[in-house]
């Protein structure tokens, strides 16, 4: 089954004597029937403030230059504030500006917090509690109604929601190909590898990951690079040199993200 393969339900087999099991029922590749890839992803990060939204932005920038129908979802959103009577997230922001697909933004982003602290304490603030099943509801919303869907995760890999729900489950409940930003900055090796190992260990494909370099004054920064180089099993798919001012026009000039399934082949 291919990264590319629609997520279906599962069957339960009952085997006499024994407790049901789940098989997952195998569905053709559309590729096969001559239809297009549908490119989505799931983008985290090493930690927060270290670019997530900038490289979510610049890979919506591309799809939307090469003609694809494309939305940003950004599914919890802290620190928001109110404008016109509505509240706004700066990041959540970035990521309908770069789109060509527009929905509501209770679609785009369900949990918008005010409190701009960790999710979990933000929504308790809010008095309010951050569940799955809206989130994968507004999901699959937005992949009707797109092409191409981005979306971008909060903080780093394993940022609380609540008592029983974090982002990294969130990625498996949406099961998308994990995209990873690695912030260079002093630490950035621990981080990035044990990032690394939590999407591995929960079964979700790592389909690479990008630099971005955010300390202008870091020392070594290319030994740290070919350092994750040799130790992440995936590709490195750019590295966004420091932008004083930072636009996802700019730093999609330095990501490739030609070869990936789904991935939209270059026109002519």
């Known amino acids: 089954m291919s990264l590319n393969d629609p997520i279906v339900p599962v069957v339960t087999e009952?085997?006499?004597?024994?407790?049901?099991?789940?098989?997952?029922?195998?569905?053709p590749s559309l590729a096969a029937e001559g239809l297009p890839f549908r490119f989505c992803c799931f983008v985290t990060g090493t930690d927060t403030?270290?670019?997530?939204?900038?490289?979510?932005?610049?890979?919506?920038?591309?799809?939307?230059?090469?003609?694809?129908?494309?939305?940003?979802?950004?599914p919890v959103a802290a620190?928001?504030?109110?404008?016109?009577?509505?509240?706004?997230?700066?990041?959540?922001?970035?990521?309908?500006?770069?789109?060509?697909?527009?929905?509501?933004?209770?679609?785009?982003?369900?949990?918008?917090?005010?409190?701009?602290?960790?999710?979990?304490?933000?929504?308790?603030?809010?008095?309010?509690?951050?569940?799955?099943?809206?989130?994968?509801?507004?999901?699959?919303?937005?992949?009707?109604?797109?092409?191409?869907?981005?979306?971008?995760?909060?903080?780093?890999?394993?940022?609380?929601?609540?008592?029983?729900?974090?982002?990294?489950?969130l990625a498996e409940q949406l099961n998308l190909p994990v995209i990873l930003v690695v912030g260079l900055r002093l630490g950035c090796i621990s981080h990035a590898?044990?990032?690394?190992?939590?999407i591995i260990a929960r079964g979700l494909v790592l389909a690479g990951w990008v630099v971005n370099?955010?300390?202008?004054?870091?020392?070594?920064?290319d030994e740290n690079v070919e350092a994750l180089a040799e130790r992440i099993p995936a590709r490195l798919l750019g590295r966004i040199p420091y932008l004083e001012q930072p636009t996802a026009a700019r730093a999609a000039k330095f990501i490739d993200l030609a070869g990936l399934p789904g991935w939209p082949s270059a026109r002519d």
């Open 14 to 27: 009952q085997v006499p004597g024994a407790e049901a099991v789940l098989v997952a029922e195998p569905q």
């Open 49 to 74: 403030e270290i670019g997530k939204t900038l490289v979510s932005a610049a890979i919506l920038h591309m799809l939307v230059a090469g003609g694809v129908r494309a939305c940003g979802m950004k």
């Open 79 to 169: 620190g928001a504030t109110e404008r016109h009577g509505e509240l706004h997230n700066d990041d959540a922001d970035m990521l309908v500006a770069e789109s060509s697909v527009h929905l509501p933004v209770n679609i785009t982003t369900p949990y918008m917090l005010r409190a701009a602290c960790a999710p979990h304490i933000a929504a308790k603030l809010d008095g309010v509690t951050i569940e799955p099943v809206p989130i994968i509801a507004a999901y699959a919303e937005i992949a009707a109604a797109s092409d191409a869907v981005v979306v971008e995760g909060v903080g780093g890999f394993r940022v609380p929601f609540s008592d029983l729900f974090d982002s990294a489950q």
């Open 193 to 198: 590898l044990l990032t690394v190992e939590a």
């Open 213 to 221: 370099e955010i300390d202008p004054d870091m020392q070594f920064a």
